[in-house]
């Protein structure tokens, strides 16, 4: 049983990366709705297990790449579907203590390992962190490098292309993927993603379908849940033999968050315990969320934080700052294996 959903924040408690700039404005598209198509033709993907379109970047130098179980990327484009799904703001010791305590088991059974990678945001707030994604950064790996990446745009002189790598010729993955015949959607959590104003529309805006309900935001504490039921429904919408990139960004680890550990008020606040409440709370409902991506075909999921967050660690409270609680974040990547 969820507690009541707490009343709106002051304006002035609330900080820009948790509503964003535009919460409050018209929205653009409408509640939920799916946003303007202007990402690629509505036509089939490759037929299953196609060669990828696109192979490894010949402009720029092939890092000396070791041997490595790491899948190549040229082969799941165009045969498996994509989850992306960021945990926002989710700090990677409180998750890397869930896991090792067995207290995230639907997450857990899926990590290699069943343990977090350490790695390094590529930004230190939501939006800044997802632009970089969205060009084929992903968080690095927290050791010296290279590091090889699984997807990059073409770009002379890269250092981090690799055999592996899937190269696209757009500006962005998510365009690269509708030309490579995906239905590209997005899910959205926090401000940047509600479709309101005009920067709450930049990183929807690259989808060719786009979804935010307020029950997805920061201040629902059924947040996940409600994300999880329109996932269901948008692919038993979609054509079988269509390819799908999914993003959804996860709003419920991000501030305000203590309504998700029992017996804490407003007055509590939010701290690392609300904080690792909240991720035990989305561990309880990912496991829907992985059926559904599964379903189809097999999947290819990348789970990672985009940032994390201080909770008075060193006296610093929240992000957009330079401390190892916001750079150092966790990532996994694996495939969903179809249901039999």
């Known amino acids: 049983m969820h507690p009541p959903d707490p009343a709106p924040l002051p304006d002035d408690a609330r900080e820009p990366d948790t509503y964003g700039p ?87 059974r899926h990590l290699p390992g069943g343990a977090w990678e350490k790695r390094h945001a590529p930004g230190s707030f939501t939006y800044a962190s997802h632009q970089a994604i969205f060009a084929g950064f992903l968080p690095t790996p927290a050791a010296p490098g290279p590091h090889p990446r699984l997807f990059a745009a073409r770009f002379a002189g890269s250092e981090t292309t690799a055999r592996r790598t899937y190269v696209f010729d757009t500006p962005d993955l998510v365009s ?52 999880v039921e329109r996932v269901e429904r948008i692919v038993a919408g979609l054509p079988r033999q269509r390819r799908l990139f999914l993003f959804v960004n996860v709003s419920a680890l991000h501030q305000p968050n203590w309504f998700h550990l029992p017996g804490a008020s407003r007055e509590d606040g939010d701290s690392r315990a609300t904080h690792a409440a909240a991720l ?11 059926a559904a991506m599964s379903s189809r075909r097999r999947c290819f999921a990348i789970v990672c934080s985009d940032h ?33």
């Open 22 to 108: 535009g919460t409050h404005g018209p929205d653009t598209y409408g509640p939920g709705t799916a946003g303007p198509d202007t990402r690629g033709p509505s036509t089939p993907g490759p037929a299953p297990h196609e060669p990828a379109p696109h192979g490894p970047d010949t402009d720029g130098p092939d890092t000396n790449e070791p041997d490595t179980d790491e899948p190549d990327m040229n082969e799941v484009v165009g045969r498996d579907d994509l989850l992306l799904l960021t945990l926002d703001t989710l700090r990677h010791d409180v998750a890397a203590e869930l896991a090792a305590a067995g207290r995230l088991p639907n997450l857990a």
């Open 280 to 290: 035990e709370y989305v561990d309880r409902h990912v496991g829907r969320l992985f």
């Open 176 to 227: 690269g993927l509708a030309a490579a015949g995906y239905r590209t959607v997005c899910v959205g959590g926090v401000g940047f993603f509600t479709n309101r104003g005009a920067l709450g529309g930049v990183l929807p805006g690259l989808f060719q379908e786009s979804h935010w309900e307020p029950e997805f935001g920061v201040a629902s504490p059924v947040s996940f849940e409600a994300q």
């Open 308 to 340: 994390g967050t201080a909770y008075g660690d060193d006296g610093y409270t929240g992000h957009r700052l330079g401390h190892e609680a916001v750079w150092t974040v966790p990532y996994a990547h694996f495939f969903l294996e179809p249901s039999a």
